[in-house]
Structures are given as structure tokens and as C-alpha cells.
């Protein structure tokens, strides 16, 4: 039997950069809430041990109502390798800052799934999967992107022993003495490839692209380089920097520019620099290839390959894939979402439409995150972007419902580092 909770002004759902972010402004503003799901979670059990961040260092750190925890701070405190700009933030590191953030500004978190979201007596009604069912005036949806893994048609009916997507790991454990087909071009096709080679893990990588783009190696930039393309949180240039910046601006663009500028090929496929000497020349490539079919014989995985330059074709056999095919955000494949309310929510190519409050079409119900993109920009890909709507959030909430005395102190994390 369900147990029905108390009510709650804001539900947060979500518990990676965005949620923990927003958490620790309301927090900080009075404004009560309560947040669920696993702190750091598909950082911590959706990517795999040794993969590097491909943002600046100085550009994924959590937003907190002083600016004062940063990734720096956070390794200068443990005396740890560090540097805003020229060496990669490992992902073991990231998720730890991540954790510690969780520690000091977000206690609370409840560790449980959100299964049904509906309308209620007073906003929402959420029910969870340990049973219990809240009443929510407000309900912020801060996700992240496991949810849209996308996968190329004609895979739904392989199983999941041969077939998986790159989001779904993890440990490569698993993939120990299989020969495995990595298919895609960006960071994550590279990074795993590269992850199963090291670990002597027999891998292929498969492009559609005809070749494999890398980012450049950072380097000290001269003041011209800076001055015609500045650097942003989320690339360099001055579109970037003004997307990065300022994403209220972008909201009232026409909605055409919105969607082009949140899926700009900029973006990628690109592959961090510090991956290049990991991949090229250790992990075989078949580059310039189109995927034309796939099946299953004898317990292998078949794919259908066609080069791009001539079309002739070529089958390639593999005891697994990995289809590193990105995501694609569509609202219907939030399965807490109950039917009629999501059919209630405006769109813009399966995202919500968002107003300047981040809030659908449907009173009360928010989204941040990689969902917002098509609304506020490309920002809300990046970590980097997990600040605006944390502040705005709490500014705007706090001027609509009413502040209560907050119930959480900020843990002061205690510094390793010797005076």
C-alpha cells in the first residue's frame, strides 16, 4: 500500500550537477523542498572508470550561493593535480567533487526513483518506488540525459548481451575476452575504444564520419587569439561565449535559431585531445562507413557496412556493439510522465517549451538540463550550465511560495592541504 507523504513546495528530481545545484540555492534562499534520485548517478554508473572530461576543468564546477566550492578549491584542498585549462579533469575526480558538493550543500537527498507524476489536489502528486506518494506544488524535472539514449533503427530487437549503448556503462568488465565493435565518432566512441584497448579488450571502432575529429590540444592562448575568440564555458568564439553567458538572451530568439543553435555541429562529434594518442594507431578503424543492417547469427552480431566513398559493402562480425549514437531528447521517454499530462506539455521537437522560468506549458512543472536546450540554448548541455537555472530558479521560487527558516547548514569540507 502506498504511504501518503506531507506536501512539499518544490520536488526535485534529479540529483546530478543541475539538482544539486538548485538544491543548494533554495537552500540557501529558505525555500523548502525535497530532492530524489542518486547523487551523481549516471556520472558515477553510466561512464566508464578512466574516461576524461571533455570540458575545461575551470568549466564543470557545481553552482553554490557564494561561488566558493569549485573543482579548484576542491583539489587544492586535497592537494591534487589540477589546472583550469591545460590538463583533463578525470571522471573519477569529477564525480568525487560531485559527491563532496552533495555532502556539504545537499544533505538530504533521497535515494529512490520517481515512478508516476500526476496531476494533484494542489500541483503534483509523485509517487516513489520505496511506495511513498508526495504532493508537490512545483515539481523541477533535472534529469540529465541517460533517459534519451538514442540507438539507430533496427536495434530495439537485440539483445541486450550483444547490443548496448555507450551510456550504459560502467564497468567494461563484463566485455573481458568478446570482440567488440565501438560505432561512432565522438567522445564517448573514442574513450571507451580507447578504455578497451587498454584493457586488452579486442575493439574496432566504426564511423560513419570519414575521418576523426579531435579538439586541440590546450595551450596558453596570445591576447589576439583571446580577444577575436574569447573563451567560453562551453567553446570558444563569441557566439559561444554569449550562449554560454548569457542564456536568458537566447530564450526569445526565433525558435528556428533557438534548435540550430542548441544542436550546432560544433559540438561534435569532437573527441578530447588528450584521446588521440590513446586511439590513433592502437585501435583499428573503419572509418567513412554507413550502417546498412544488422542481425544476429550463431550468437554474433552482424553489421551491414557500406563505405561512403564507392558503396561497396562489407560485413563485419562481433560477439558485441556498443553504439556510441548519442542522445536525442524527446519528453515522451520519461516514463514517470503519466500520459495525460504529458500530452499537456508544449514542445519543440519532443523538448518542452519553456518560458523565461523554465516552466512548460504546464503550471508548475519546470525542466533543467540538457531538455532545455531548444529554450535557453546550447549552455544547457554543459555542466557549466548548471548555474543559471539554479540561481534563477531560487530568485524566482523564492518571490512566489512562501520561505520557511532553512533546515540545512552548509558542511564546511576540511581542507587536506598543510599551512
Not at 92 to 110: D, L, S
Not at 364 to 382: D, E, M, Q, T, Y
Request: hydrophobic share 40%; charged share 20%.
Amino acid at each position: 500500500m502506498a504511504r501518503l507523504g506531507n506536501s512539499v513546495d518544490v520536488a526535485i528530481i534529479g540529483a546530478g550537477p543541475y539538482g544539486l545545484s538548485l538544491t543548494a540555492h533554495l537552500t540557501a534562499r529558505g525555500v523548502e523542498h525535497r530532492i530524489f534520485g542518486e547523487p551523481m548517478g549516471p556520472w558515477k554508473n553510466n561512464m566508464p572508470p578512466g574516461m576524461l572530461l571533455k570540458s575545461y576543468p575551470w568549466a564543470t564546477s557545481l553552482s553554490d550561493p557564494g561561488s566558493e566550492f569549485t573543482t579548484r578549491s576542491f583539489c587544492t584542498e586535497r592537494a591534487l593535480p589540477y589546472h583550469d585549462e591545460l590538463m583533463p579533469l578525470p571522471l573519477n575526480r569529477f564525480v568525487e567533487y560531485g559527491e563532496t558538493f552533495q555532502t556539504r550543500y545537499a544533505p538530504n537527498v533521497e535515494r529512490k526513483t520517481l515512478m508516476t507524476l500526476e496531476p494533484g489536489p494542489t500541483g503534483f502528486r509523485a509517487s516513489f518506488s520505496d511506495g511513498e506518494t508526495i504532493n508537490a506544488r512545483r515539481v523541477v524535472v533535472a534529469v540529465g540525459l541517460y533517459p534519451f539514449k538514442h540507438l539507430p533503427p533496427g536495434t530495439e530487437h537485440l539483445p541486450t548481451d550483444l547490443c548496448s549503448h555507450s551510456g550504459e556503462y560502467g564497468s567494461i568488465a563484463p566485455l573481458r575476452g568478446k570482440n567488440v565493435i565501438v560505432v561512432g565518432a565522438g567522445s564517448s566512441a573514442t574513450d571507451l575504444a580507447a578504455l578497451l584497448h587498454e584493457q586488452e579488450i579486442s575493439v574496432s571502432l566504426v564511423t560513419r564520419t570519414p575521418h576523426l575529429n579531435f579538439a586541440c590540444r590546450p595551450r596558453p592562448r596570445t591576447l589576439f587569439e583571446r580577444i577575436a575568440a574569447p573563451m567560453s564555458g562551453i567553446g570558444n568564439g563569441w557566439t559561444m561565449a554569449v550562449c554560454a553567458k548569457y542564456p536568458q538572451l537566447i530564450r526569445p530568439l526565433k525558435q528556428d535559431l533557438r534548435v540550430r543553435l542548441a544542436n550546432s555541429k560544433v559540438y561534435g562529434p569532437l573527441s578530447s585531445a588528450f584521446m588521440k594518442d590513446r586511439v590513433i594507431g592502437k585501435v583499428p578503424l573503419l572509418l567513412g562507413r554507413a550502417l546498412h543492417g544488422i542481425e544476429t547469427r550463431n550468437g554474433k552480431v552482424v553489421l551491414d557496412l557500406a563505405a561512403d566513398d564507392d558503396n561497396s559493402r562489407q560485413s563485419l562480425r562481433a560477439d558485441h556493439v556498443i553504439f556510441a549514437t548519442g542522445y536525442k531528447i524527446d519528453i515522451t521517454r520519461l516514463g514517470f510522465l503519466e500520459e495525460r499530462l504529458a500530452r499537456r506539455i508544449r514542445r519543440i521537437e519532443q523538448a518542452p517549451l519553456l518560458s523565461a522560468h523554465y516552466e512548460s506549458s504546464v503550471p508548475g512543472l519546470h525542466f533543467i538540463g540538457p531538455v532545455a536546450a531548444n529554450s535557453f540554448g546550447p549552455v544547457c548541455r554543459f555542466v557549466y550550465g548548471a548555474s543559471h537555472p539554479a540561481q534563477h530558479l531560487a530568485r524566482y521560487l523564492s518571490a512566489v511560495l512562501p520561505r520557511v527558516r532553512p533546515t540545512t547548514k552548509f558542511q564546511t569540507v576540511e581542507s587536506t592541504v598543510l599551512s
